[in-house]
């Protein structure tokens, strides 16, 4: 059982560019998750999809940022209009609502490591 | 390959108890380890560990990093079922981020 894929690895992009991160959740997980980690700092919550609906998107800028999880294919993650500023690691981690009480398991990828010049 | 394993994968105590969580590594490149508490939501951050043998204390938690021996331990004492997340251990290699499996803690009353 493949874990969870992202890619590209890295992105390197000139400002005002657009970066398409995307990400593949494990088999069989309907729900993805995506954070921006900063240098010295933890992850920081973007947003929370399900397939084809935008649970919670209250970590995410409102503007130049959008991010989907399609019926079919992987999770997306758009920036648009790139600044220096965007510069981070996104991680994508994606879960199933297991039941067993309040929290899930989050499983994370890899990473997407943007570098805006 | 590098990769972070976490041990145990789940674990249940009572409210009272002392827990030791483990995470043991094998990556090139280390440069820290960080300890993640995941409840609802976002993971909140704990811990950065980035030298051998220093104990970070906060509260009833305290973790420390053993560079030669690969691994770092979560402590918690007295354990409150407010305790009760998964705890995620991850670690910081060149540009990358490594994550282990997490443990789930459930601490009953």
């Known amino acids: 059982n493949a874990g969870v894929m992202q890619n590209p690895r890295h992105l390197v992009r000139r400002r005002g560019q657009e970066a398409r991160l995307r990400c593949s959740p494990m088999k069989g997980h309907s729900h993805v998750y995506w954070y921006r980690q900063l240098p010295e700092e933890g992850l920081k919550f973007m947003v929370y999809l399900q397939k084809e609906n935008i649970i919670d998107e209250s970590g995410m800028p409102k503007e130049r940022f959008s991010a989907e999880f399609p019926k079919e294919g992987p999770s997306i993650l758009r920036i648009q209009q790139v600044v220096r500023g965007d510069s981070a690691a996104y991680f994508c981690?994606?879960?199933?609502?297991?039941?067993?009480?309040?929290?899930?398991?989050?499983?994370f990828g890899p990473g997407t490591r943007l570098t805006v010049l | 390959e590098d990769k972070v394993v976490q041990s145990p994968l789940s674990l249940v105590v009572h409210e009272g108890d002392t827990v030791t969580l483990n995470c043991s590594y094998e990556v090139t490149n280390f440069r820290s380890l960080l300890w993640y508490k995941q409840e609802k939501k976002a993971p909140t951050f704990l811990f950065m560990l980035t030298s051998s043998g220093i104990e970070k204390k906060s509260g009833r938690l305290s973790s420390i990093l053993d560079k030669k021996e690969l691994f770092s331990i979560l402590n918690i004492t007295a354990t409150q079922t407010g305790d009760s997340a998964v705890y995620l251990c991850?670690?910081?290699?060149?540009?990358?981020?490594?994550f282990g499996a997490g443990t789930r803690l459930t601490v009953k009353p």
């Open positions: 981690a994606s879960s199933t609502l297991s039941g067993q009480g309040d929290y899930n398991e989050q499983f």
């Open positions: 991850a670690v910081e290699l060149g540009n990358d981020m490594r």
